[in-house]
């Protein structure tokens, strides 16, 4: 497994993997993709034997990122990295892919760091939910969202 940034050529199956998933996240086409990656502090695929199985998407505080959710975090916490979506293949779950994106995330961010993101707790992503609670992720908030689910806001103080 390789983490390492997007690149143009990714962006066909970075595409179709946000379509999978679609559900869990927001829909995100070749435009919205390039402009977000123009944003990012972070924006890496996981490379398994020359295929795509996973990306990732962060950004740093005070970008001029248009989401309703990065707003909810700017509006309560100087600095901070957000977590914005992370994405892997179906075919690729519980082979710790998501372990190896979170690590590196959490070193980028250093000591003294903060990592945010939100996961749906209306109705409840129960496998995501543990996943960061094992990890040190805390509620802080909830919020409900466009589609009438609702998010748990949720912040990881990384210890220096």
């Not at 970075?14 to 869990?24: F, T």
């Not at 957000?82 to 075919?91: C, F, K, Q, W």
Request: charged residues 25%.
């Amino acid at each position: 497994m390789l983490l390492r940034p997007i690149s143009d050529a990714d962006v066909a199956s970075v595409l179709d993997l946000n379509a999978a998933s679609v559900d869990a996240l927001s829909p995100l086409d070749g435009a919205r993709l390039a402009d977000l990656r123009a944003l990012t502090t972070t924006a890496d695929v996981v490379d398994v034997e020359g295929e795509v199985a996973a990306f990732v998407l962060v950004f740093g505080a005070s970008v001029a990122y248009d989401s309703v959710n990065y707003r909810w975090f700017g509006a309560r916490y100087p600095d901070f990295a957000y977590l914005d979506r992370i994405v892997v293949g179906e075919r690729w779950r519980r082979r710790g892919i998501g372990r190896l994106v979170y690590d590196a995330v959490e070193q980028t961010v250093g000591p003294r760091g903060r990592v945010v993101c939100e996961v749906y707790a209306e109705p409840p992503n129960h496998a995501s939910l543990a996943f960061h609670r094992d990890r040190g992720y805390v509620e802080v908030g909830r919020q409900e969202q466009e589609n009438g689910k609702v998010t748990a806001m949720l912040v990881k103080e990384l210890a220096g």
